[in-house]
């Protein structure tokens, strides 16, 4: 006998293949989710700013970037409708406000003033908070200017041949935004090659420093002349030099570092905006629209003019060029310095 019972009526018909319906689900799964995200997205940039735009300035009050942020703020507040606070996080020579922002969402409502001190500080810390291009998406530069080498007026140096000759016959310091600031490097650069000794001082921020200098705690800054002017004309402050390479059109009467007997001497700053990486462009594009526009308006222009800033204007993608290229120009003077920090 057959193990198997015979059939029991016509065979069933094979159940319908549904593979290729499964694969289709699957394959229009994910253009089905992006889609709604898709259209989140372009909903939020075009409703941005939805809400109080943070403006990070990583020195304490007082100094070159904190009084251009908060020239800044009211006036992009009125063309975005929204309020633009000026938050101050001092630290590090600027990192601990620009790692605040390196971390924020990327939407356009976190932003962070910077200056050359962004690219400077990283090299000569050895703990790396943040990559300072990769870790943020560039907006726009705002201004560039020569620094200023000031003394307290109560020092006996009328010119940076009586600053040398003073520093070779007494103990003398100088003071900085911080650690790897402009200040900090270009007073090593002048040391260097003045060969000369000075003790520097390092403060958390431009606004502290420069208020030790003028009450004479400290003697020697080399400073950003936005918050230095007042005090020089004010006569509390004795101006010197400029760091430039060449004199610069708001005080062209006073010479350069090099012209004064260093040789070889130039530094230079910048300042502009930062946002973490990552901002769509639309934002970034609109922020970068406004910021020109203030920068270039005659009253803004001629306050930073008249104050040894050059307003600039860029477009991000310049913005970003400057920054590779000065991190490889500084990356070579740090080095030779042999700068380094815990």
């Known amino acids: 006998m057959s193990q198997f019972p015979p059939p029991s009526g016509p065979a069933t018909p094979p159940a319908p293949v549904r593979l290729p319906l499964l694969a289709m689900a699957l394959l229009l799964a994910p253009a089905m989710l992006h889609a709604p995200s898709a259209a989140a997205q372009a909903t ?3 409703a941005w700013p939805s809400r109080p735009v943070r403006l990070v300035v990583p020195y304490s009050p007082g100094g070159g970037l904190d009084i251009l942020a908060r020239l800044l703020a009211p006036r992009l507040s009125e063309r975005w409708g929204q309020g633009v606070v000026v938050d101050n996080r001092p630290g ?7 790692q605040i922002v390196a971390n924020a969402a990327p939407d356009g409502h976190t932003l962070v003033m910077i200056s ?11 703990r790396q908070l943040y990559d ?5 998406t560039p907006v726009v530069q705002t201004g560039a200017q020569s620094y200023l080498l000031v003394v307290n007026a109560g020092l006996p140096a009328q010119s940076v041949k009586d600053l040398v000759a003073l520093a070779r016959s007494r103990k003398l310091n100088y003071t900085s935004a911080g650690t790897g600031s402009v200040g900090h490097l270009s007073g090593e650069l002048f040391k260097s090659l003045a ?5 520097h001082v390092p403060y958390k921020g431009t606004g502290p420093a420069l208020g030790d200098t003028v009450s004479g705690q400290v003697q020697v800054m080399v400073v950003n002349p936005l918050p230095a002017m007042p005090h020089i004309k004010s006569g509390r402050l004795r101006l010197l030099a400029v760091t430039d390479s060449r004199r610069i059109a708001s005080l062209p009467d006073v010479p350069t570092i090099a012209e004064a007997g260093i040789a070889g001497f130039g530094t230079t700053g910048w ?6 990486a990552g901002t769509p462009r639309p934002v970034v594009a609109r922020i970068n629209e406004a910021v020109v526009a203030i920068v270039r308006a005659p009253e803004l222009r001629d306050r930073m003019s008249s104050e040894g800033t050059e307003p600039i204007g860029s477009t991000p993608e310049a913005f970003r060029a400057l920054m590779v290229a000065d991190q490889k120009r500084w990356t070579a003077v740090v080095s030779k310095m042999k700068i380094d920090v815990d």
């Open 116 to 126: 050359t001190e962004h690219i400077t500080a990283p090299m000569v810390y050895r």
């Open 195 to 199: 060969s000369i000794e000075m003790t």
């Open 92 to 98: 590090a020579s600027g990192q601990l406000g620009a």
């Open 271 to 276: 300042n502009g905006l930062l946002a973490p």
């Open 132 to 136: 300072p291009i990769a870790s943020f």
């Open 44 to 46: 939020a940039e075009a």
